[in-house]
Protein backbone atom coordinates (compact mmCIF):
# COMPACT_ATOMS: atom_id res chain seq x y z
CA UNK A 1 0.00 0.00 0.00
CA UNK A 2 1.09 3.64 -1.02
CA UNK A 3 2.28 6.03 1.75
CA UNK A 4 -0.60 8.27 0.36
CA UNK A 5 -3.12 5.43 0.68
CA UNK A 6 -2.10 4.07 3.72
CA UNK A 7 -2.29 7.48 5.00
CA UNK A 8 -5.68 7.93 4.47
CA UNK A 9 -7.20 5.18 6.71
CA UNK A 10 -4.77 6.51 9.65
CA UNK A 11 -6.16 6.89 12.52
CA UNK A 12 -3.12 7.08 15.12
CA UNK A 13 -3.17 9.86 17.73
CA UNK A 14 -7.59 9.84 17.27
CA UNK A 15 -9.76 8.35 20.01
CA UNK A 16 -12.75 5.50 19.33
CA UNK A 17 -15.49 5.08 21.29
CA UNK A 18 -17.83 2.52 20.33
CA UNK A 19 -21.15 1.15 22.06
CA UNK A 20 -21.86 -2.05 21.52
CA UNK A 21 -18.11 -2.94 21.51
CA UNK A 22 -18.01 -6.23 23.58
CA UNK A 23 -18.74 -8.50 20.58
CA UNK A 24 -20.28 -9.17 17.03
CA UNK A 25 -20.12 -5.67 14.61
CA UNK A 26 -18.99 -3.50 17.38
CA UNK A 27 -15.65 -5.34 18.18
CA UNK A 28 -15.14 -6.15 14.88
CA UNK A 29 -15.13 -2.29 14.11
CA UNK A 30 -13.45 -1.95 17.26
CA UNK A 31 -10.15 -3.88 16.35
CA UNK A 32 -10.33 -2.68 12.84
CA UNK A 33 -9.78 1.01 14.11
CA UNK A 34 -7.14 -0.31 16.49
CA UNK A 35 -5.12 -1.77 14.13
CA UNK A 36 -5.42 1.39 12.14
CA UNK A 37 -3.86 2.90 15.26
CA UNK A 38 -6.18 4.54 16.85
CA UNK A 39 -6.94 4.06 20.65
CA UNK A 40 -10.41 2.71 21.82
CA UNK A 41 -13.20 2.83 24.01
CA UNK A 42 -15.64 0.37 24.28
CA UNK A 43 -18.94 -0.16 26.36
CA UNK A 44 -21.72 -2.28 26.71
CA UNK A 45 -23.63 -3.81 29.75
CA UNK A 46 -21.25 -6.86 30.85
CA UNK A 47 -18.38 -6.43 32.10
CA UNK A 48 -16.61 -9.97 31.63
CA UNK A 49 -17.49 -9.74 27.91
CA UNK A 50 -15.98 -6.08 27.64
CA UNK A 51 -13.09 -7.04 29.31
CA UNK A 52 -12.08 -10.17 27.50
CA UNK A 53 -13.07 -8.19 24.20
CA UNK A 54 -10.50 -5.35 25.22
CA UNK A 55 -7.77 -8.01 25.17
CA UNK A 56 -8.88 -9.28 22.00
CA UNK A 57 -8.70 -5.72 20.49
CA UNK A 58 -5.58 -4.45 22.16
CA UNK A 59 -3.75 -8.37 21.19
CA UNK A 60 -0.25 -7.16 19.34
CA UNK A 61 -1.05 -3.72 19.10
CA UNK A 62 0.43 -0.62 20.81
CA UNK A 63 -2.83 1.08 21.29
CA UNK A 64 -4.67 1.70 24.58
CA UNK A 65 -8.17 -0.13 25.13
CA UNK A 66 -10.48 1.00 27.88
CA UNK A 67 -13.67 -0.40 28.46
CA UNK A 68 -17.26 0.77 31.19
CA UNK A 69 -20.16 -1.27 31.44
CA UNK A 70 -23.16 0.91 30.91
CA UNK A 71 -26.90 0.30 30.23
CA UNK A 72 -27.44 2.24 27.38
CA UNK A 73 -31.15 2.56 28.05
CA UNK A 74 -30.26 4.66 31.44
CA UNK A 75 -30.21 8.11 30.56
CA UNK A 76 -27.74 8.80 33.11
CA UNK A 77 -25.63 5.95 32.85
CA UNK A 78 -24.98 7.08 29.12
CA UNK A 79 -24.01 10.85 30.01
CA UNK A 80 -21.15 9.32 32.24
CA UNK A 81 -20.11 7.40 29.45
CA UNK A 82 -19.47 10.49 27.56
CA UNK A 83 -17.79 12.00 30.52
CA UNK A 84 -15.48 8.80 31.70
CA UNK A 85 -14.68 7.81 27.64
CA UNK A 86 -12.95 11.64 27.98
CA UNK A 87 -11.51 11.87 31.54
CA UNK A 88 -9.90 8.14 30.69
CA UNK A 89 -8.33 9.11 27.18
CA UNK A 90 -8.42 12.74 26.93
CA UNK A 91 -10.73 13.00 24.14
CA UNK A 92 -13.13 11.18 21.78
CA UNK A 93 -12.95 12.06 18.35
CA UNK A 94 -14.84 9.02 16.52
CA UNK A 95 -18.09 7.95 17.81
CA UNK A 96 -19.80 4.76 16.83
CA UNK A 97 -23.35 4.09 17.89
CA UNK A 98 -23.78 0.64 17.57
CA UNK A 99 -25.52 -0.78 20.29
CA UNK A 100 -28.79 -1.71 19.77
CA UNK A 101 -31.20 -4.42 20.15
CA UNK A 102 -34.41 -5.84 18.68
CA UNK A 103 -38.20 -6.91 20.08
CA UNK A 104 -40.09 -8.49 18.12
CA UNK A 105 -43.87 -7.28 17.96
CA UNK A 106 -46.32 -6.81 15.37
CA UNK A 107 -47.89 -3.34 15.38
CA UNK A 108 -51.08 -4.43 17.28
CA UNK A 109 -49.20 -6.00 19.95
CA UNK A 110 -46.42 -3.78 21.17
CA UNK A 111 -46.09 -3.18 25.05
CA UNK A 112 -45.27 0.60 25.84
CA UNK A 113 -42.66 -0.09 28.13
CA UNK A 114 -40.60 -2.17 25.49
CA UNK A 115 -41.00 0.43 22.95
CA UNK A 116 -39.89 3.06 25.46
CA UNK A 117 -37.01 0.58 25.85
CA UNK A 118 -36.12 0.34 22.30
CA UNK A 119 -36.55 3.86 21.26
CA UNK A 120 -33.63 4.45 24.28
CA UNK A 121 -31.64 1.85 23.24
CA UNK A 122 -31.65 2.29 19.59
CA UNK A 123 -32.45 6.06 18.94
CA UNK A 124 -32.02 8.60 22.44
CA UNK A 125 -28.93 7.34 23.45
CA UNK A 126 -26.98 7.77 20.20
CA UNK A 127 -28.38 11.46 20.48
CA UNK A 128 -27.22 11.85 23.99
CA UNK A 129 -23.38 10.67 22.77
CA UNK A 130 -23.50 13.02 19.95
CA UNK A 131 -24.80 15.88 21.98
CA UNK A 132 -22.23 15.17 24.24
CA UNK A 133 -19.51 14.37 22.63
CA UNK A 134 -19.72 16.86 19.26
CA UNK A 135 -19.42 20.04 20.93
CA UNK A 136 -15.56 19.38 21.68
CA UNK A 137 -15.14 17.66 18.15
CA UNK A 138 -16.39 21.12 16.73
CA UNK A 139 -13.75 23.13 18.77
CA UNK A 140 -10.95 20.54 17.27
CA UNK A 141 -12.32 20.93 14.02
CA UNK A 142 -12.11 17.28 13.59
CA UNK A 143 -14.80 14.90 14.42
CA UNK A 144 -16.38 11.54 12.95
CA UNK A 145 -19.95 10.06 13.87
CA UNK A 146 -21.14 6.79 12.59
CA UNK A 147 -24.81 5.38 13.37
CA UNK A 148 -25.26 2.37 13.04
CA UNK A 149 -28.66 1.25 11.54
CA UNK A 150 -29.76 -1.37 9.61
CA UNK A 151 -31.42 -2.46 6.10
CA UNK A 152 -34.67 -2.54 8.24
CA UNK A 153 -34.03 1.19 8.77
CA UNK A 154 -34.69 1.68 4.71
CA UNK A 155 -37.51 -1.34 4.47
CA UNK A 156 -40.12 -3.11 6.74
CA UNK A 157 -40.60 -6.57 7.88
CA UNK A 158 -43.26 -8.17 9.60
CA UNK A 159 -43.26 -8.07 13.54
CA UNK A 160 -40.11 -5.68 13.74
CA UNK A 161 -41.90 -2.33 13.78
CA UNK A 162 -40.05 -1.25 16.84
CA UNK A 163 -36.96 -1.98 15.41
CA UNK A 164 -37.87 -0.19 11.78
CA UNK A 165 -38.59 2.45 13.30
CA UNK A 166 -36.22 3.51 15.53
CA UNK A 167 -33.45 2.63 12.66
CA UNK A 168 -35.15 4.57 10.43
CA UNK A 169 -35.21 7.45 12.96
CA UNK A 170 -31.36 7.11 13.22
CA UNK A 171 -31.02 7.72 9.59
CA UNK A 172 -33.25 11.20 10.19
CA UNK A 173 -31.21 11.84 12.82
CA UNK A 174 -27.48 10.96 10.60
CA UNK A 175 -28.59 13.24 7.74
CA UNK A 176 -30.06 16.46 9.89
CA UNK A 177 -26.69 15.98 12.61
CA UNK A 178 -24.49 16.17 9.76
CA UNK A 179 -25.96 19.87 8.36
CA UNK A 180 -25.32 21.08 12.08
CA UNK A 181 -21.71 20.18 12.19
CA UNK A 182 -20.69 20.20 8.79
CA UNK A 183 -18.65 23.72 8.92
CA UNK A 184 -16.82 22.34 11.97
CA UNK A 185 -15.22 19.39 9.90
CA UNK A 186 -17.18 17.48 11.57
CA UNK A 187 -18.84 14.07 9.26
CA UNK A 188 -21.78 12.40 10.54
CA UNK A 189 -23.24 9.01 8.85
CA UNK A 190 -24.86 5.69 9.36
CA UNK A 191 -24.15 2.50 8.05
CA UNK A 192 -27.10 -0.02 7.14
CA UNK A 193 -25.76 -3.50 7.35
CA UNK A 194 -28.21 -6.26 5.98
CA UNK A 195 -27.59 -9.72 7.31
CA UNK A 196 -24.53 -10.02 9.75
CA UNK A 197 -25.10 -13.56 11.75
CA UNK A 198 -23.74 -12.10 15.24
CA UNK A 199 -25.84 -12.95 18.19
CA UNK A 200 -28.62 -10.83 18.01
CA UNK A 201 -29.90 -12.39 14.98
CA UNK A 202 -28.50 -16.00 15.77
CA UNK A 203 -30.77 -16.24 18.80
CA UNK A 204 -33.83 -14.66 17.50
CA UNK A 205 -34.21 -16.36 13.92
CA UNK A 206 -34.42 -19.84 13.28
CA UNK A 207 -32.62 -22.66 10.67
CA UNK A 208 -35.01 -21.96 7.91
CA UNK A 209 -34.77 -18.14 8.20
CA UNK A 210 -31.18 -18.02 8.37
CA UNK A 211 -31.10 -19.45 5.09
CA UNK A 212 -33.71 -17.61 3.94
CA UNK A 213 -32.22 -14.13 4.58
CA UNK A 214 -28.92 -16.05 3.27
CA UNK A 215 -30.56 -16.52 -0.21
CA UNK A 216 -32.05 -13.07 -0.06
CA UNK A 217 -28.38 -11.74 -0.80
CA UNK A 218 -26.70 -11.57 -3.90
CA UNK A 219 -24.01 -13.40 -2.44
CA UNK A 220 -25.91 -16.14 -1.31
CA UNK A 221 -24.52 -16.20 2.30
CA UNK A 222 -24.07 -14.07 5.53
CA UNK A 223 -21.93 -11.46 5.75
CA UNK A 224 -18.73 -11.57 8.78
CA UNK A 225 -18.29 -8.99 11.29
CA UNK A 226 -14.98 -8.43 9.62
CA UNK A 227 -17.02 -7.36 6.66
CA UNK A 228 -17.89 -3.93 8.12
CA UNK A 229 -14.61 -2.76 9.39
CA UNK A 230 -13.95 -1.39 5.65
CA UNK A 231 -17.14 0.93 5.44
CA UNK A 232 -16.48 2.11 8.80
CA UNK A 233 -12.95 2.82 8.66
CA UNK A 234 -13.85 5.01 5.89
CA UNK A 235 -16.11 7.02 7.54
CA UNK A 236 -13.93 7.06 10.60
CA UNK A 237 -10.69 8.40 8.54
CA UNK A 238 -9.43 11.00 5.96
CA UNK A 239 -10.95 8.87 3.34
CA UNK A 240 -14.03 9.57 3.98
CA UNK A 241 -13.48 13.48 4.99
CA UNK A 242 -16.17 14.31 1.76
CA UNK A 243 -18.68 11.60 2.89
CA UNK A 244 -21.32 12.65 5.61
CA UNK A 245 -24.69 12.90 6.18
CA UNK A 246 -25.68 9.84 3.79
CA UNK A 247 -26.16 6.11 4.51
CA UNK A 248 -23.77 3.20 3.45
CA UNK A 249 -25.38 -0.06 2.46
CA UNK A 250 -23.54 -2.80 3.39
CA UNK A 251 -26.27 -5.45 2.84
CA UNK A 252 -24.70 -8.24 0.49
CA UNK A 253 -27.16 -7.08 -2.16
CA UNK A 254 -30.61 -7.52 0.12
CA UNK A 255 -32.28 -4.69 -0.91
CA UNK A 256 -31.13 -4.90 -4.38
CA UNK A 257 -34.33 -6.95 -5.24
CA UNK A 258 -37.21 -5.71 -5.72
CA UNK A 259 -38.76 -9.22 -4.98
Known sequence: MSKVISDLFNLSGKVALITGGGRGLGKAMARGFAEAGADI????????????????IASGLDVRV???S???TDRGQVEHLARE????????????????????AAIDQIVDEEWDQMV????????????????????????????????????????????CATKAALI??????ALDVGPSNVTVNAIAPGPFLTELPGNL???????????????GRWGHPEELVGPALMMASEAGSFVTGTCVTVDGGVLARCI
Do not use: H
Open 41 to 56: FIASRTSSELEIAAEE
Open 66 to 68: NWM
Open 70 to 72: VDM
Open 85 to 104: SVAQLGKVDILVNNAGSNIP
Open 120 to 163: ELNLSGCMRLMRALIPAMKERNWGRVINISSILGLAGKETRDVY
Open 172 to 177: GLTEAA
Open 205 to 219: LTDEQKKFFAKRTAL
